[in-house]
């Protein structure tokens, strides 16, 4: 018959880190998000317009910089002014047609918003 050994107990046993389990991340609040840019009647030079969830997501922030694509090396940024726009739809920002012209992109382009 095959003999039974007794486990020790009471040993510590060391867990390198890289095979511990992964811990709970903190979730926290992004600061940048993506959004279509258009260009409205009255808004100021300057100054962007954000939709609310845009606004709440970005933790409500006093200046954004927009990013418009172009590649690594020929990205076109530009801070603003942030403003709350309770009406305009979601996931848009809104600026002036001078800045969309400064910026070099067309209306509907999808743009990166970072908290400045």
């Not at 018959?1 to 095979?19: D, F, Q, S, T």
């Not at 409205?40 to 709440?56: C, F, H, I, N, S």
């Not at 996931?91 to 002036?96: C, T």
């Amino acid at each position: 018959m095959a003999e039974r050994r007794e486990v020790e107990r009471g040993k510590r046993l060391l867990i390198p880190p890289y095979l511990s389990p992964q811990q709970e991340r903190r979730e926290q609040k992004k600061s940048e998000r993506r959004a279509k840019i258009r260009h409205a009647e009255g808004v100021e030079d300057g100054v962007a317009k954000l939709a609310p969830d845009v606004y709440e997501e970005l933790d409500k922030p006093a200046e954004v910089e927009i990013v418009a694509p172009g590649g690594s090396s020929h990205e076109k940024k530009k801070v603003f002014r942030a403003v709350l726009g309770e009406k305009i739809p979601s996931g848009e920002i809104h600026v002036s047609a001078e800045d969309l012209r400064a910026l070099g992109i067309a209306e509907g382009t999808v743009v990166t918003v970072r908290k400045k």
